[in-house]
C-alpha cells in the first residue's frame, strides 16, 4: 500500500508541443526504467493518469513524457510550464523483449501515438544496430498534423533498414505515404524464422495487422501487443485493467500475443 503514495517531483524543463493536444515534457533527474514500461502523474485534487516515458532510457539527465489532453486530468496537466512540477511515481510493467531480439529481424509497427512506448526502444536499437539483423519501422497516422517526433522521423528514415510513415488523408506538403499501418505491411516481406514484430496503436489495429503478417507466417508467439490502457493505480489494486486472468499494470503491458489473445475473447 505505501507505494501508492511514492511520488517524486521532477521540474519541468521543456514543453513542445507536437501535434494538435498533444505535448511532450521534459523532466530533470535520472529515471531507470525499461523500453515499454509506464509511470503515473498525479495532479493533486484532479486524479492521476498513466504514461510511458518516451526518451533514451540511457538518458541521466532528464526524462520524456508526451501527454494528450483528452480527459479531466490530461487537461490539466497540459497546462503546466516550464519551472512547473510534476509528481510522478514509477515505472511499473514489463516492457518490450530486447533480448529475445537480439540477433533478429526486428519489425515496428505503431498507429498515432503508439510511437510513443516504442520510441525509447527505438533509441536502443539503433545504438546497438549491429547487434540485430534488419530493423523495420512502420508507423500510421490519421493526418499529417497529428504525426509526432517529425525531426526524429527524419532520422529514422535514413538510419533504419526500412522505414515507412504512412497518413490516410494526405496533404500537398506530406513526405510520407498515403494510407494505413496494414497498407505497409502487405508490401514487406518477412523471414518467419527469426523475425519478431512489435505492436503499438488503437486496439482496433490489433487484429487487422496481426491477421496479414499471420498470412506471411509470423507464428503469434513472435508478436508483442502493448496495451496503453485501462491502468489506473499502476500496481494491481484496483483490477480496473484486467484483461482475463491478466492485470495490464502488472503482467504488461507488453503482452506476447498468443498468451493474451486467448483472455481477450473471453
Known sequence: MKSINLYKKYLILKKEELAPETFLFRLKGKLKFEPGQFVQVSLPHFGEATFAPCSDPDEKD?????????????????????????????????????????????????????????????????????????????????????????????????????????????????????????????NMKYSQKDTFVLICGPEIMFKFCIDILNKKDIPDNQIYISFERRMECGIGLCQHCNIGKYLVCKDGPVFRWDMIQPELER
Open 62 to 186: 532528464f526524462f520524456e513524457l508526451v501527454i494528450r489532453a483528452c480527459g479531466n486530468t490530461t487537461n490539466r496537466l497540459v497546462e503546466l510550464l516550464p519551472g512547473d512540477f510534476m509528481e510522478v511515481r514509477g515505472p511499473y510493467g514489463h516492457g518490450w523483449p530486447t533480448g529475445k531480439l537480439i540477433g533478429k529481424n526486428v519489425v515496428l509497427i505503431t498507429g498515432g501515438i503508439g510511437i510513443i512506448p516504442i520510441r525509447p526502444l527505438i533509441f536502443q536499437l539503433l545504438k546497438y544496430k549491429k547487434e540485430f539483423k534488419k530493423i523495420t519501422l512502420l508507423s500510421g497516422y490519421k493526418t499529417p498534423e497529428f504525426v509526432t517526433f517529425k525531426d526524429d522521423y527524419a532520422k529514422w528514415l535514413k538510419q533504419f533498414n526500412y522505414a515507412k510513415v504512412a497518413v490516410e488523408k494526405s496533404s500537398s506538403d506530406w513526405w510520407g505515404e498515403t494510407g494505413t499501418p496494414t497498407d505497409l505491411i502487405k
